[in-house]
């Protein structure tokens, strides 16, 4: 009844209420509490996930594989893996062990990079355990601390199948507290190439060895007669030390069947280290370099170690022709430069290293073509160009990778290095294990590369231009590996690109649209080269003065191909300011040959000589240069009875010469001359020098005056003398005869009074004549290097 009320809308009493509300709390408590716990529960186990995975995918134990060898087993071999395992997780493991598992066979390259890239991923399949006697036991993991371990398997107990790519693991169980059953914590992937018997077809393998630095020489040298040169810095001795990256580089080559491939500027300036040189230490201060010694003993065991290989030289300072052809084709002369730096291998490598080398070959940054970069590399000669497969893209739909050799026109050849190959020993690989899986993916996918086909292929490897040093002892690592192996052989560049083409391979090279954006963004930009053309206009109006060009002109030229190096990608300020020192330098050198300032002259007279001195502050003579002296203002002051006069000048080095001309004044009042050098080709040649002429000319009625006084003078001479002459004849007069006759008879004084008046009045007498303003002054003072004092005459 209550409860039909209740439904029906009657109102129950407060009691009742009371009971019904207790009644359905108690009952809804149970299903309250488990609600509550399902969200606690999740989060329990999501924490326990945490411990074991991170959000890549990878184990809370980071397993390292420091070592794997032999990296391409044999019947009979016995296997080693070394590494470390590193607890990361925050609680302690327990039972733990390292063990090996053999993966699936990858059939293809692209199997062979995804296993790569999931190297560390529990996500993936992980492979079956070797038998469990092959393992190496941890009572426990301390979390943050490494173990090492190290375990040897004979190669029977892999149980590999056939031939081809194994993903080979190493993995590590153990339990945790929170999850307290055994399984796998940790795993690192890697690959074991399986070719136990010869190939069928072996791969003809070529591996490009670079013997590639950054510009290190500047444009500057001594003033001796050896031009003593200056370098940058002393980073290039630093690597080619003991234990440098061009040193390591050396020593590693030398052991192997590599392709060197050296920049010329490289050779050039451990050869100029050899003999004296300088090394800048701040801007305008330099120190005797002292690294001769190094530089001799590097050269020496290049020497040996290039003795019967084959080696390729690079235009010199390793032009970038991909910024060339971009940003620099049309700014005038920029072609010519990397014509130049092609020019003079033969004078540079040949003589350091007693080989010839292959110089019909240029080599784009990362083998990223397009048709304005091929047109470019071409124009200096080279007839081949080494692309990669990552720009000169597959689009026929082969089934297998081609040879490199391809025919692209006009009688080029691109070689095409394999892009996966080439790339394999790029990035950090200081630790022995990002080494070591380095060496197994380039092993795995030069085997995946074998087993494509039956055909016989060259393939080309390309890597980095400047490995460090860790890097190119992967490098030589993995090409000992291979050459071990049993499915290619080595091949010198000059073989492969001669190699009959694939008649299926893509010839076509990609749109210059299609040139990576990456690249594109370290570029030499237009203007570098406009700043390169300007100095080298300089130094084209320079040299034509000089008496010995090759003083400058060379130096010059290789600073000149240095700016375009491509050593400066990613380094844009350094590139600039390399360029802008080259800039400043030549003007310093040009500035040696100049004209003396000179102060305001005064001109008294129709006409007088002016001096101009030119000085040449350089070491040798300069000449083919006429100085011109113009009159802003030819109808008042003329210089060679015209508004200008010219003489060829030519001054031996540290010394001065002062050139005279001619001029005529028209008219009273100031006139401005100016003074410039020119080259014979009729270009202007340093700063002008300007001054000012007061012209005083004497006019008619100024003479007439001057006349007058003169002859005023010459009356009041005469008169003088008549007036001493009347008294001299008085004075005679009045001694008497007695004393005339003596005086006439006297012989001991045969001077008379006319001579003594004579002597006395000095009229005729020219010792003590006072200089007369008529008479002409003298010819010019010596010269001075410091300009003219205020107020100077000029010779009349």
């Given at each position: 009844m209550a409860e039909a009320a209740d439904f029906q809308?009657?109102?129950?009493?407060?009691a009742r209420r009371w009971l019904r509300r207790t009644g359905a709390l108690l009952a809804a408590a149970p299903l309250l509490a488990g609600l509550l716990q399902l969200p606690l529960a999740a989060s329990a186990e999501a924490a326990g996930q945490t411990s074991v995975k991170d959000a890549s995918g990878s184990g809370s134990v980071a397993v390292s594989v420091d070592t794997l060898t032999p990296s391409v087993p044999m019947d009979g071999d016995t296997v080693t893996v070394?590494?470390?395992?590193?607890?990361?997780?925050?609680?302690?493991?327990?039972?733990?062990?390292v063990g090996l598992r053999v993966g699936p066979k990858l059939t293809t390259r692209s199997a062979v990079d995804d296993a790569a890239g999931s190297s560390d991923s529990l996500r993936d399949a992980i492979g079956i355990e070797v038998d469990g006697k092959y393992v190496e036991k941890f009572p426990k993991l301390t979390p943050g601390v490494a173990e090492h371990f190290s375990i040897s398997v004979p190669v029977t107990k892999l149980d590999l199948g056939s031939d081809g790519i194994y993903e080979f693991a190493v993995s590590l169980n153990g339990q945790t507290s929170a999850e307290p059953w055994d399984h796998v914590l940790g795993i690192r992937r890697t690959f074991l190439p399986w070719q136990p018997g010869e190939a069928d077809t072996k791969l003809r393998t070529t591996f490009l060895w670079p013997l590639v630095s950054t510009v290190h020489m500047t444009a500057e040298t001594g003033s001796d007669e050896q031009q003593t040169p200056v370098f940058l810095?002393?980073?290039l001795a630093k690597e080619i030390s003991p234990g440098g990256r061009l040193d390591e580089m050396l020593s590693l080559g030398r052991e192997l069947d590599v392709t060197w491939v050296i920049d010329p500027d490289l050779l050039a300036s451990v050869d100029a280290m050899t003999r004296n040189y300088r090394v800048r230490t701040g801007d305008n201060t330099t120190a005797a370099g002292t690294h001769q010694a190094v530089a001799k003993q590097w050269l020496a065991d290049l020497q040996t170690a290039v003795a019967d290989k084959e080696v390729v030289a690079l235009p010199f300072a390793d032009p970038d022709v991909a910024s060339l052809a971009h940003n620099?084709?049309?700014?005038?002369?920029?072609?010519?430069?990397?014509?130049?730096?092609?020019?003079?291998?033969?004078?540079?490598?040949?003589?350091?290293?007693?080989?010839?080398?292959?110089?019909?070959?240029?080599?784009?940054?990362?083998?990223?073509?397009d048709p304005s970069i091929v047109k470019v590399a071409t124009s200096a000669g080279a007839d081949q160009v080494i692309a990669r497969s990552d720009s000169l893209r597959e689009t026929g739909g082969l089934p297998y990778t081609?040879?490199?050799a391809r025919p692209i026109g006009g009688g080029t050849t691109a070689v095409v290095a394999d892009a996966r190959l080439s790339t394999a020993f790029q990035g950090d690989l200081t630790t022995a294990s990002a080494g070591t899986l380095a060496v197994q993916r380039f092993l795995a996918q030069s085997l995946s590369l074998d087993r494509q086909s039956n055909k016989q292929r060259s393939i080309v490897v390309a890597p980095q231009r400047m490995p460090t040093t860790a890097q190119a002892q992967t490098m030589a690592a993995a090409i000992t590996a291979l050459e071990g192996g049993t499915w290619s052989e080595p091949q010198q560049l000059m073989a492969a690109a001669k190699a009959k083409p694939d008649p299926g391979a893509t010839t076509k090279v990609p749109s210059t649209a299609a040139y990576p954006s990456s690249l594109r963004k370290q570029e030499l930009p237009r203007a570098a080269f406009e700043a390169i053309a300007a100095t080298q206009d300089k130094l084209d109006n320079f040299r034509v003065v000089l008496s010995d060009e090759s003083r400058v002109v060379t130096p010059f030229g290789r600073a000149t191909n240095r700016g375009m190096s491509t050593s400066w990608r990613g380094r844009p300020e350094a590139a600039q300011s390399f360029r802008t020192n080259v800039e400043e330098h030549l003007n310093v050198l040009a500035g040696q040959v100049k004209l003396i300032d000179k102060s305001p002259t005064k001109l008294s007279g129709r006409s007088a000589t002016i001096p101009v001195t030119v000085q040449n502050n350089l070491v040798q003579g300069v000449g083919h240069l006429v100085?011109?002296?113009?009159?802003?203002?030819?109808?008042?002051?003329?210089?060679?009875?015209?508004?200008?006069?010219?003489?060829?000048?030519?001054?031996?080095?540290?010394?001065?010469?002062?050139?005279?001309?001619?001029?005529?004044?028209?008219?009273?009042?100031?006139?401005?001359l100016v003074a410039q050098l020119y080259t014979e080709d009729g270009q202007e040649y340093g700063q002008a020098v300007t001054f000012?002429?007061?012209?005083?000319?004497?006019?008619?009625?100024?003479?007439?005056?001057?006349?007058?006084?003169?002859?005023?003078?010459?009356?009041?001479?005469?008169r003088m003398y008549t007036q001493r002459k009347?008294?001299?004849?008085?004075?005679?007069?009045?001694d008497g005869p007695d004393e005339a006759g003596e005086a006439a008879e006297g012989p001991e004084n045969p001077e008379g009074p006319n001579d003594r008046l004579t002597e006395e009045s000095g009229v005729d007498g020219r010792a003590d004549e006072p200089e007369q303003p008529s008479d002409p002054t003298p010819d010019t003072a010596s010269e001075s290097a410091d300009p003219s004092g205020t107020g100077e005459r000029v010779d009349r």
């Open positions: 809308g009657t109102t129950p009493s407060p070394s590494g470390t395992v590193t607890n990361n997780g925050r609680q302690t493991v327990t039972d733990a062990h810095n002393d980073d620099g084709t049309r700014v005038t002369g920029s072609l010519s430069h990397l014509k130049d730096a092609t020019d003079v291998i033969d004078n540079t490598v040949e003589p350091i290293l007693h080989v010839k080398p292959v110089t019909d070959f240029a080599w784009p940054v990362d083998g990223a073509v081609p040879s490199a100085l011109r002296l113009t009159s802003t203002n030819p109808t008042r002051l003329q210089v060679g009875g015209h508004a200008y006069d010219e003489q060829p000048v030519t001054v031996a080095g540290g010394h001065s010469q002062t050139v005279k001309f001619t001029t005529s004044a028209k008219a009273n009042g100031q006139a401005t000012d002429v007061k012209v005083t000319e004497f006019t008619a009625t100024v003479m007439l005056v001057i006349g007058g006084g003169f002859l005023l003078l010459v009356l009041a001479g005469f009347r008294a001299a004849a008085r004075e005679a007069e009045d």
